[in-house]
């Protein structure tokens, strides 16, 4: 019985197959080394703002001045701002979902005794099935507000939205209607002194669970995919050699016992 071998690698399809398996590597190799690099960044950025979250607050007004932007660095500074909340100017915040309901975050200015505001996310509340949000307790006279620094949101031009209502945080937007300056982005709630009732299934972060590590997994996961499809082109294309040198010498021996009979 003759044997074949694999002179069928010289063919032009299989030319082109070791090709494109070859091709494949390098390409996923690229892919993998993204997908890493990303995650580097990742995790630098989520070690920043832990430390961040988890440094003894400073007062807002020293690292957001007003009319200013929030630093990347400074994104989940723990910060703190004393003074008086602005229930007039309070605002509601649209489209805010938890846990599949639709909802809202209460923004409401901290008047400081120097003059400037920082606005305060104080947390979310459930969207009413008709008619507008109840107000929230709100407490009066002095207080302290410890939180985290959060940048300004991007414009959302929105037409006939019901009164104190917006659709973003947009910190510049808001500040021009209002009487006082605002210090840049705002402050999310986590404690405030004196305390009150807490609104509503109110959001109030875990500094531990602030940056969220969801992104770091994907990105490992999806880098040690591309190392495994790396290995697949090559892997595959000695799998179909091996495969198709079988046929062959399995056609070649039938052949020959043709030729017999």
Same mark, same amino acid.
């Given at each position: ?21 070859? !091709? ?61 909340? $602005? ?5 509601y915040v649209r489209n805010r979902p938890r846990n599949g309901q639709q909802g809202f975050h209460v923004l409401t200015p901290v ?35 410890t939180g985290y620094l959060r940048p300004s949101e991007s414009p959302k031009p929105a037409d006939d939205l019901p009164e104190a209502?917006?659709?973003?945080? $947009? ?35 875990d500094p531990g669970e602030l940056p969220g590590t969801s992104s770091e997994l994907l990105h490992r996961s999806y880098g040690w ?14 799998? !179909? ?5 079988? $046929? ?14």
């Amino acid at each position: 019985m003759s044997r074949t071998g694999y002179r069928f690698l010289l063919t032009p399809r299989w030319i082109a197959l070791a090709l494109v398996a070859a !091709l494949t590597v390098p390409g996923c190799l690229f892919l993998a080394g993204w997908q890493f690099g990303r995650l580097h960044d990742a995790e630098q950025q989520n070690s920043l703002v832990q430390d961040n979250a988890e440094a003894a607050p400073v007062p807002f007004g020293e690292i957001s001045p007003v009319g200013s932007g929030v630093r990347a660095e400074d994104e989940y500074r723990a910060v703190t701002v004393t003074g008086r909340y $602005d229930v007039e100017h309070q605002l509601y915040v649209r489209n805010r979902p938890r846990n599949g309901q639709q909802g809202f975050h209460v923004l409401t200015p901290v008047v400081t005794a120097a003059g400037p505001a920082v606005l305060v996310d104080r947390g979310w509340i459930p969207a009413p099935v008709n008619g507008e949000p109840t107000p929230p307790e709100t407490p009066t006279g002095t207080v302290t507000v410890t939180g985290y620094l959060r940048p300004s949101e991007s414009p959302k031009p929105a037409d006939d939205l019901p009164e104190a209502q917006v659709l973003r945080i $947009d910190t510049a937007g808001i500040a021009a209607a209002l009487p006082y300056p605002v210090h840049g982005g705002y402050l999310q709630l986590a404690t405030q002194k004196p305390p009150v009732p807490i609104i509503a299934n109110r959001y109030s972060p875990d500094p531990g669970e602030l940056p969220g590590t969801s992104s770091e997994l994907l990105h490992r996961s999806y880098g040690w995919q591309w190392y495994v499809f790396a290995m697949i082109g090559p892997i595959g294309f000695v799998l !179909l050699a091996r495969r198709e040198a079988a $046929d062959l010498r399995a056609d070649s021996a039938r052949q020959e016992r043709g030729q017999h009979v």
